[in-house]
């Protein structure tokens, strides 16, 4: 009974060395991200303190970003649109992609 017991103890510490590696790998911040999004021709898209308003032949779009914690704006002459993420963990840079999706 001593072997199963020690036998339990020893699993026991493996699951927890397995878990504790786990939390270590999510733990793990990345210092900046960010994604470029190019503009196509005959469109035209303003950004104002995280408001994206893009405009073409069938209309126009208008989405607010301000409850994310992103830095939208227009480079290369305002022929692409950058989005731009701080020190972000994985579900958040998942949120900086669904920006860029919404946005394309």
Avoid at 22 to 48: D, H, N, W
Wanted: glycine residues 4%; aromatic residues 4%.
């Amino acid at each position: 009974s001593e072997a199963v017991l020690a036998w339990k103890h020893c699993r026991h510490i493996a699951d927890l060395a397995r878990v504790a590696s786990r939390c270590l790998l999510a733990e793990m911040k990345t210092l900046v991200q960010e994604e470029s999004i190019p503009v196509p021709k005959g469109i035209k898209i303003s950004i104002k303190s995280k408001i994206v308003e893009v405009s073409g032949k069938h209309g126009s779009l208008k989405r607010d970003f301000k409850h994310l914690p992103i830095e939208l704006y227009l480079a290369n002459s305002g022929h692409e649109v950058r989005a731009k993420m701080y020190f972000a963990k994985s579900k958040q840079l998942s949120m900086l992609r669904s920006v860029c999706s919404h946005i394309n």
